[in-house]
């Protein structure tokens, strides 16, 4: 069994995003992104969408069962052969929620991988952050775009996430350090947390998750 089924952690801003659409060219794995599929649920204004809509604007998370549900769902369509999970699990119950149903698949995660930065680092970082329509990742100062304000691989233009004023940053990180925190432990515990230090440069950050997956995966085949 050498499929890669791996889940990225760390607190908003750490560069979970920027650091999977890498990923999953590297190693062919669909992305499943929570925050990018409520949002769409948001913006076509979906049954899910209306429920998810006031937590996402304050800052807090969406009901468990809500979320847990959205994601099997997209694990059973596209991640047959392996996947990588950006922003779920949030809580320790979408943790159990997602190993219960790996389990019942005769699957298992292959590791969490924790991209950890300070508090001080994710508040630069996602005050400066600009992104596409399609989720493409800018800095107005750490990673500008060609053109100001346009992407440079669709040309679509650059917008700032609702959430990423500075109020709601704040409360984006209480809840993190609260609920998805303890996390850290949870899988720990379990052996299956890798840790990369995400106040390093971009690339160097990815070459280091690159390598640990590599290493990961001839394991698994061993
Ligand atoms: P989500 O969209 O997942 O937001 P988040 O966790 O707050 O994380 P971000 O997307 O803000 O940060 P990121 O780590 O991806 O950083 P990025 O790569 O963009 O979730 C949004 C909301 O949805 C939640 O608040 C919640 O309400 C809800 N939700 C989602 N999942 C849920 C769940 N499981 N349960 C319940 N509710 C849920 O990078 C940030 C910036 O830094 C960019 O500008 C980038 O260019 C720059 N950058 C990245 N890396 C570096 C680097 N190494 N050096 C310098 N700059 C860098
Ligand atoms: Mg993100």
Redesign the pocket.
Known sequence: MSELNLILL???????????SRLTEDFGLPYI????L??RHVAEETDLGKQ?QE??DN??????DL?IAM?LEKIDEEGDDGFLL??????IP?ADALAGALEKRNRRLTAALL?DAPDET?IK??S????CSDGH???VE??PPKHEGRCDQDGKPLSQ?E??EPEKIKK?LE??HEQTEPLKDYYEERGLLRRFD?????VK?HDHIRATLATLRLEERL
């Open positions: 760390g607190p908003p801003g750490a560069g979970k995003g920027t650091q999977a992104g929570t925050g990018d409520l949002r998810a937590q996402m800052g807090g998370l969406v009901a468990d979320v994601i950006d922003g779920f699990p949030r809580t979408q991209i994710v970082r996602l400066g952050r600009r992104q990742l800018y800095h750490f990673d996430r959430d990423d984006r809840t993190y995400g106040t390093q440069d971009k950050v």
